[in-house]
């Protein structure tokens, strides 16, 4: 009955290391390589538990696909595990990867919308840095039942698409993304901006179209409100605005020098065709020019040319003007002929 009993008790101590070994190797024991270095890994929206198992390992980001999906017997997890863009640490184990994929812990990615770009450059930005869907992203933002959504009182959201550095997860959707830019726009332009342009007689669409125009012209800060200043003179004497970032807005491509034949086109947003400002904003400006829009500086200049080091000649006549840009182009014939010089290998 003794050897009975110390046979019995050895078996079920043999049981109990086997199972615990079992426990280890399935659960805690390494299941990504140690010597790796911490690797980025995706599940896509919609993946089941066998494909996360089969790319973890074709990535070579665990040893046993086999491994992995029997835990899962246990564990019963594999339906909580949530899309995203994951590091995976080095020696992670299975039961780690679990609770890190249940967790949604997703990367964070920090992303800066410049002042000035477009939604499509918007939508570029996003791409390449957090692979979403541009196409998607481009369709919401134009989408006037959803800027309706975001209270935005125009039909697309041009303009309103604040510019700052955001940090997103990895995955998170467009309208996400595009609601938590608006909800910045709206907490950044606030009521007293709101009700300046009421004084002013403008609406936030007209504050914004103008605050774009000026983003568009300006490089040197200080020049903001100067340049604010010469659209308004022009607006309230009824001079056609002749603003080179509408065209640039209207003209297919990045942005380059323009031509008389694109001072031509036939288009609402053509400021050197047709009067006042144009339907809306031709890029997302910044906070800086809303607010040179909203307090232009106290001069009468109406008209002003680039100097070619990113500052401008401002002037109060035509003539004072032709002066003006006559220099500007004596500049331009002197660097184009020192380029070509150059090019040909020798300086004049």
Avoid: C
């Avoid at 995203?84 to 990615?109: E, N, V």
């Avoid at 047709?274 to 809306?280: K, N, T």
């Avoid at 008209?303 to 006559?326: C, I, M, N, P, W």
Wanted: hydrophobic content about 40%; aromatic content about 10%.
């Amino acid at each position: 009955m003794k050897n009975f009993l110390k046979i019995a008790a050895t078996i079920f101590l043999l049981l109990i290391a086997a199972a615990s070994a079992t426990a280890y190797f399935l659960f805690w024991a390494p299941a990504v390589p140690k010597d790796s270095a911490p690797r980025d890994f995706v599940i896509y929206r919609g993946m089941l538990l066998p494909q996360i198992a089969d790319s973890l390992q074709s990535h070579g980001l665990i040893s046993s696909r086999d491994r992995f999906i029997f835990a899962d017997k246990i564990l019963q997890w594999g339906k909580t595990l949530k899309a995203g863009k994951y590091t995976l640490a080095p020696g992670a184990s299975t039961l780690d990867l679990y609770k890190l994929f249940r967790s949604g812990k997703s990367a964070q990615f920090r992303v800066t919308l410049p002042e000035g770009k477009t939604i499509e450059d918007y939508a570029a930005i996003l791409q390449r840095t957090m692979e979403i869907d541009s196409v998607a992203f481009v369709r919401l933002a134009y989408d006037s039942t959803f800027a309706k959504q975001l209270n935005v009182p125009a039909e697309n959201l041009e303009g309103y698409l604040y510019p700052n550095t955001y940090s997103f997860a990895w995955g998170v959707p467009a309208p996400d993304i595009i609601r938590t830019v608006v909800q910045e726009f709206h907490q950044q332009v606030n009521d007293s901006l709101r009700l300046r342009a009421e004084a002013l007689g403008m609406s936030l669409q007209h504050v914004l179209t103008l605050a774009s125009i000026i983003e568009g012209e300006a490089v040197v800060d200080s020049e903001r409100t100067i340049i604010s200043a010469v659209y308004h003179n022009r607006l309230r004497q009824g001079i056609l605005l002749q603003a080179d970032p509408t065209i640039q807005y209207i003209v297919p491509g990045p942005p380059r020098r323009l031509l008389n034949r694109d001072l031509a086109i036939d288009s609402r947003y053509n400021t050197y065709r047709y009067p006042g400002l144009p339907p809306g904003p031709v890029n997302n400006p910044g906070i800086a020019s809303i607010r040179a829009a909203l307090y232009p500086a106290k001069v009468n200049y109406l008209y002003f040319v680039a100097r070619g080091d990113g500052s401008h000649t401002f002037s109060r006549t035509l003539q004072e003007h032709l002066r003006a840009k006559k220099e500007f182009d004596k500049i331009r014939a002197r660097v184009q002929r020192q380029r070509a010089s150059q090019s040909n290998g020798g300086f004049r």
